[in-house]
């Protein structure tokens, strides 16, 4: 690639040799008049990630690989995507998902105009029934929301270069929520989140109850430490009630009786149980003013 592009495009990859294709087909389908370009960072994958990046590069001159291959974390090698890509205009989505028709083009308009943007997400193009339905589908109606706090989701996320420049890159110290928390350091620099609904991704859900669990319980994990580092900046955040969950679970038992029921429990104790273990090692972020 000669011409310098106007979009960077960089999926954080670890170990995404299963899904990454579909996503690297999705992009390379897209139409825009601009030129662009697609920036792969491999995360000290163990699998076919770096080889199949390398394969899809030798065909399109748009892709390149980068290793970000000094420790593992999602925010690190989002980082390393950030300093690797060459335009000024940078948008993210991840190795498992899949970006919609028209992504890239509505990604590039929306950034010469705006430092911050974001689009939905569509639960139900890539998930069976039974896991779509178990966290909801409020995430395809508009950016994020944690506590009253909007943000951009790091799976469709756009931003200015300047913007990072000023508020500096992900925390590297959050094994989850990254995008939260940097949103919310853009807006304290000024950044509002724009919202694209013709930036659709189309967003993959973990499909074992395992993983579910897991992802639960490290959200419910750095729940409390957003909090806790919302409230220090003199933001003022509500919370529902820790018991109102513990409660919910009680009474939901019975849902046990079919696999989404169960998926859709063991979700919400998940959760639960990350943020009881994140508030007693945290003293005072219990409190739910």
């Given amino acids: 690639m000669t011409d310098t592009p106007s979009l960077s495009v960089v999926i954080p990859a670890h170990n995404a040799a299963a899904t990454i294709p579909a996503q690297l087909d999705a992009l390379l389908a897209q139409a825009w008049t601009d030129p662009w370009e697609i920036v792969i960072v491999d995360n000290c994958s163990t699998d076919a990630t770096a080889r199949i990046a390398t394969e899809y590069a030798a065909r399109d001159p748009r ?24 335009a000024d205009a940078i948008a993210m989505c991840d190795a498992d998902d899949q970006v919609a028709p028209g992504w890239v083009a509505a990604m590039g308009v929306a950034l010469a105009t705006n430092e911050l943007v974001t689009g939905p997400l569509d639960v139900d193009a890539l998930n069976p029934p039974w896991v779509a339905n178990t966290r909801g589908r409020a995430i395809a109606g508009g950016p994020g929301d944690f506590c009253g706090i909007p943000f951009a989701h790091s799976c469709n996320l756009g931003l200015r270069r300047e913007l990072s ?21 853009a807006a304290g620099c000024g950044a509002t989140v724009t919202y694209i609904p013709g930036a659709l991704v189309q967003y993959r859900y973990r499909t074992s109850l395992a993983g579910l669990w897991r992802q639960a319980r490290t959200y419910g994990q ?13 933001t003022q955040i509500t919370q529902t009630p820790s018991w109102r969950g ?41 409190s739910t003013r």
């Fill in 63 to 86: 892709v390149r690989l980068v290793a970000a291959s000094d420790r593992a974390g999602v925010s690190y090698c989002r980082n390393v995507g950030l300093r690797a890509a060459r």
């Fill in 222 to 234: 750095v729940r409390p430490r957003l909090v806790r580092r919302f409230r220090a900046a003199g």
């Fill in 165 to 185: 420049d000023r508020c500096g890159g992900f925390d590297e110290s959050l094994p989850a929520g990254e995008d939260i928390e940097w949103s919310f350091r």
């Fill in 246 to 286: 513990w409660l919910w679970l009680a009474r939901h038992l019975n849902l046990f009786g079919s696999r989404e029921g169960r998926a859709r429990w063991l979700w919400v104790a998940g959760g639960q149980v990350g943020r009881l273990e994140a508030t007693l090692r945290l003293p005072g972020v219990g």
